[in-house]
T-cell receptor, first 113, second 115 residues
Framework: QQQVKQSPQSLIVQKGGISIINCAYENTAFDYFPWYQQFPGKGPALLIAIRPDVSEKKEGRFTISFNKSAKQFSLHIMDSQPGDSATYFCAASRLQGTYKYIFGTGTRLKVLA | KAGVTQTPRYLIKTRGQQVTLSCSPISGHRSVSWYQQTPGQGLQFLFEYFSETQRNKGNFPGRFSGRQFSNSRSEMNVSTLELGDSALYLC??????????????FGPGTRLTVT
């Protein structure tokens, strides 16, 4: 019930391509879904987040698509750049009550120049 | 504003020893959460401290403990180290006031190697 399943484990994309990372959750009480980006030697940093009252959120080249009925959400990186090469983590949380983040296992993205 | 700082950055310990990791949150942040990051497991929540009280706890054995001081700095202790405790330990600070969501700001982590 507390798991967040993330796929793929690794992803290689050509420069200018679209990177897609998927996550699925089980606990319907989750109501906040952030994505984090982590570069080697650094801690994760918040990239973009969504709440279940919207189906899509876009910030620059980064878009979250959210499917509440399927309990899935995904990160799309448009026009992927070599500088996007990093590990991406999805997460889920409840905004009320026991507020803690459950993270996916991460996706290592490599964008080829 | 300075970010989250963690000390030490690297640590090598032997099985059976204990270790203490330190985290200084962003100034003004009163919540500190700890995570264990390992390849294939992602980030696993250890515990959260807010105003010197443990507010949430993950599914880790009692060998993992923590505390928070009045200046919001936090320490995490692992006793009787096992090889499987080798990981990157991340600390995240959060304002935790007002309305959620409370964005978490992560430190660079402490890389613990147990031999």
């Amino acid at each position: 019930q507390q798991q967040v399943k993330q796929s793929p484990q690794s992803l290689i994309v050509q420069k200018g391509g679209i990177s897609i990372i998927n996550c699925a959750y089980e606990n319907t009480a989750f109501d906040y879904f952030p994505w984090y980006q982590q570069f080697p030697g650094k801690g994760p940093a918040l990239l973009i987040a969504i709440r279940p009252d919207v189906s899509e959120k876009k910030e620059g080249r980064f878009t979250i698509s959210f499917n509440k009925s399927a309990k899935q959400f995904s990160l799309h990186i448009m026009d992927s750049q070599p500088g996007d090469s990093a590990t991406y983590f999805c997460a889920a949380s409840r905004l009320q009550g026991t507020y803690k983040y459950i993270f996916g296992t991460g996706t290592r993205l490599k964008v080829l120049a | 504003k300075a970010g989250v700082t963690q000390t030490p950055r690297y640590l090598i310990k032997t099985r059976g020893q204990q270790v203490t990791l330190s985290c200084s949150p962003i100034s003004g942040h009163r919540s500190v959460s700890w995570y264990q990051q390992t390849p294939g497991q992602g980030l696993q929540f250890l515990f959260e401290y807010f105003s010197e009280t443990q507010r949430n706890k993950g599914n880790f054995p009692g060998r993992f403990s923590g505390r928070q001081f009045s200046n919001s700095r936090s320490e995490m202790n692992v006793s009787t180290l096992e090889l499987g405790d080798s990981a990157l330990y991340l600390c995240a600070s959060s304002l935790r006031t007002g309305s959620p969501p409370y964005e978490q700001y992560f430190g660079p982590g402490t890389r613990l190697t147990v031999t």
